[in-house]
């Protein structure tokens, strides 16, 4: 048995080894967002591949370089001391990892989670590791089999060469030509079908001013799953009138569907018609909505206006895909934009020819994926000589055009979690307190909020922290993250990815899960509903908590 396990070992690259365990022990500490024993397992066994990797990697420099070796007595010595350290090493960062994760857990108002298994990380480590082995090993085969047979034609160094290239070529296109491809299109039939459906307690509206009922231009069936959410979730005018203490309207909701019509053109044009007939241009305020991936639109962000502004509010949004935003974000990164940049053109375009003093406020808004698409709808020198009023952006993703510009150009002084940007008076930042009362700033005619947390993997995902350490994680932390989380090169990346994942699964009001009583002052800020004092405005955040904590 011993001699087994001691040939299995010699089988392997010590200094891979010594670095594995050195990134399996980096992949336990914790990161952004809380992780159970069955990620944490597959997150540690690719962070041992990885360092397997980069160990083999320079070892194989090493060599390559005609550098001396080490005498075989004093590696056989070396290596015993090395892979003891190392299961010892393993075993101390397995029993920490528990409180690691905990330390994000309190700050997000979670209850300390049951011990992560050791035992279950470990075991789910190795299997990832072995499965990551045997595929890179199939990859040498067909690597060196490739470059055996070119070696009579060609030099042995360009056989080398051309057959490296040659198995990465077949790598990617299994990947992305077979695997992800077939992936991708059992997702997207699977959420088509979940937006067909119909629930049993979502009737269609019977008030003819509603989107979907019978006097509509846009039918029940085509607005879809998230459509039939949107527009049935909306606060009726007593509702509103009983919170706010002030005569309520009824809120207008617009939205079309992937099955409205045929292209996205089609369906602005018909969300514009139907945003006229319903009288959408008569309220004191409109906002554009961009949806998320799936078409959501977050009940969350919207409501809280609809109640500022007492219900004489209207809002309209257009679907552009049934994938999950990531999904979306990877598969059709311009889809998104096309579609919120026909929407906002139809309405703009009638919207600029209204008398001034007769014609609704404008304002744009959208949640994660949402929020960037948004923001690429029009630029500044569409709007410039006639201006929309402001914008609501929350959990923007981190390549959004906007967002990397006002972050990286932040005041200095100020985190990158929280930038201040320039004078303040177009862009300002907050999250679950207040931020937006910044001292010597006066608002200009646009106001954009963003509203992020610090503990948002989907905003702050940093594809340069396999090599180096996000601004955000330099000085002060973010009140939701933990004081725990250490840079690691390439882990921390891998750490950042598997957050991406897991973004949704916090508590409301951290990760990329936005509270409804923080998006508040952010439309306070922006729309300016008039008759708010701080005392209603607290009341109205106080209702908002208590209708969650309710559900």
């Known amino acids: 048995m011993f001699r087994w396990a001691a040939r299995t070992i010699d089988a392997f690259s010590l200094t891979g080894l010594a670095l594995a365990t050195l990134f399996f022990c980096a992949s336990l500490t914790p990161s952004l ?7 944490q397992g597959v997150l540690s066994g690719l962070s041992f591949s990885c360092g397997y990797g980069v160990g083999v990697a320079l070892r194989a420099l090493w060599t390559y370089m005609e550098l001396p070796g080490t005498d075989r007595r004093r590696l056989a010595t070396a290596s015993r001391v090395i892979i003891l350290a190392c299961l010892v090493a393993a075993v101390f960062f397995l029993i920490q990892a528990s409180g690691w994760q905990d330390s994000i857990r309190v700050l997000m108002g979670m209850e300390p989670a ?3 298994g050791a035992f279950q990380v470990a075991a789910i ?3 990832t590791f072995a499965i990551v082995i045997l595929i890179a090993r199939l990859l ?3 690597f060196q089999t490739i470059a055996r047979r070119l070696r009579p034609h060609v030099p042995r160094r360009v056989a080398g060469v051309v057959g490296l290239v040659v198995t990465a070529l077949l790598f990617w296109s299994v990947i992305d030509g077979v695997l992800l491809r077939f992936a991708i299109r059992a997702m997207d039939s699977s959420y088509r079908e979940l937006d067909q459906i119909i629930d049993a307690d979502t009737r269609p509206p019977t008030d003819p001013q509603k989107t979907g009922s019978p006097a509509s231009l846009i039918n029940w069936q085509g607005l879809g799953k998230m ?3 949107y527009i049935a979730s909306a606060p009726t005018g007593h509702e509103i009138a009983s919170q706010t203490g002030r005569a309520g309207k009824e809120p207008i909701r617009v939205y079309a569907g992937l099955n409205s019509a045929g292209t996205v053109e089609e369906r602005a044009r018909l969300a514009f018609d139907e945003l006229v007939r319903v009288g959408g241009f008569e309220r004191s305020a409109l906002i554009i909505i961009t949806p998320t991936g799936t078409g959501w639109v977050d009940p969350a962000g919207i409501d809280p206006a609809e109640y500022l502004h007492h219900g004489d509010i209207a809002s309209v949004a257009i679907q552009y895909s049934y994938l999950p935003s990531w999904l979306s974000l990877l598969v059709e990164p311009g889809y998104g934009s096309e579609a919120s940049r026909a929407l906002f053109v139809q309405v703009y375009e009638h919207w600029k020819k209204l008398p001034k003093d007769r014609r609704p406020k404008l304002y744009l808004y959208g949640l994660s994926l949402g929020a960037m698409n948004s923001d690429l709808s029009s630029d500044i020198y569409d709007v410039v000589a006639d201006p929309y009023q402001g914008a609501v952006w929350a959990g923007p993703p981190f390549p959004s055009r906007t967002w990397k510009i006002a972050t990286a150009g932040r005041v200095a ?10 004078d303040g008076s177009v862009i300002r930042f907050t999250n679950q307190r207040d931020a937006l009362g910044l001292d010597g700033a006066s608002w200009g005619p646009i106001r954009v909020v963003y509203l992020q947390y610090a503990s948002d993997p989907i905003v702050f995902f940093d594809p340069y922290s396999a090599y180096r350490k996000p601004d955000w994680m330099k000085g002060e932390r973010g009140p939701d993250v933990s004081p725990r989380f250490q840079w690691f090169p390439i882990v921390t990346l891998l750490q950042l990815t598997v957050d991406i994942g897991l973004g949704t699964t916090t508590p409301m009001g951290y990760g990329h899960v936005y509270a409804p009583e ?10 300016q509903p008039p008759g708010w004092t701080a005392e209603k405005v607290e009341a109205l955040k106080a209702f908002f908590v208590a209708q969650r904590e309710a559900r």
Do not use: C, E, Q
């Open 33 to 39: 967002i809380p992780r159970d024993s069955i990620t």
């Open 125 to 127: 480590a190795l299997v």
């Open 413 to 422: 002084g100020s985190p990158a979690w929280l930038p201040r940007f320039r």
């Open 140 to 142: 040498a085969r067909v």
């Open 227 to 229: 459509g039939r959410n």
């Open 114 to 116: 049951d011990k992560i």
């Open 518 to 527: 923080h998006y508040i002052d952010a439309w306070m800020a922006v729309t």
